[in-house]
Each structure stands twice: as C-alpha cells, then as structure tokens.
Nanobody, 124 residues
Framework: QVQLVESGGGLVQAGGSLRLSCVVS????????MGWFRQAPGKEREFVGA????????SYADSVKGRFTISRDNAKTTGFLQMNSLKPEDTAVYYC?????????????????WGQGTQVTVSS
C-alpha cells in the first residue's frame, strides 16, 4: 500500500522559508511523479508544483514560480518542496501526491495517492 507522509509545516513570518518533506513508502519511489497542492480555508485545493518520475521535468503554478522549488531524493524515497519568500497568501494546508510513471502534471485527478497534509501559516 502506497503511503505518503508530509512534514515540515509550521508558522513563519512573511519573507521567511520552509522546506516540506514527503516520505513515500510501499512503492518504488523512483517510478512515481510527485505533486504538491495546497488548500486554504474556504478555497478549493490548488496545484503548487510537480516533478516527473524521472526528475527531469518540473512545473509550477504562476503564483509560486521563482519562490518555490521541488526536488526529490530517490535514495531517501522523499520529495521536497522548498518555499522561499513566503507570503501570507501562501497560508494553507499543503499536500503531496504521487502518480506512477507520471509527468509533472497539475491535474489533480491524475494523482491516486495523497498524504494527510501539513499546515503552513505565514504571518504578516
């Protein structure tokens, strides 16, 4: 059974940084694309960024481009979301997701596996 566990969320001041981690178990991690999504209160879950299973391709939402970076460490079966220059509007629950042989896609329904989410709060 594929399981994803996020960590690294917390409270940070505007302009600060956080790095989220997503540990994947029960699967051959290197076969899976990783996506990151977020959901703020009262809003729909939205795409943040993704990295293909090969690690060659990445994609980002316009709202985070240039501030957030996605990476992966296949040896540690872990995906990362480095978030810099955080803004109050980045406040949300952040979720990682995985899809076998996937590309760096923003389409939420292509990811069958999801983590439980980690809260990120950015104060002004």
């Amino acid at each position: 059974q594929v399981q994803l566990v996020e960590s690294g969320g917390g409270l940070v001041q505007a302009g600060g940084s956080l790095r989220l981690s997503c540990v994947v178990s029960g699967a051959t991690f290197s076969d899976y694309a990783m996506g990151w999504f977020r959901q703020a209160p009262g809003k729909e879950r939205e795409f943040v960024g993704a990295i293909s299973w090969s690690g060659v391709s990445t994609s980002y939402a316009d709202s985070v481009k240039g501030r957030f970076t996605i990476s992966r460490d296949n040896a540690k079966t872990t995906g990362f979301l480095q978030m810099n220059s955080l803004k109050p509007e980045d406040t949300a629950v952040y979720y990682c997701a995985a899809a076998k042989w996937g590309g760096a896609t923003s389409r939420r329904n292509t990811y069958p596996y999801w983590g439980q989410g980690t809260q990120v709060t950015v104060s002004s």
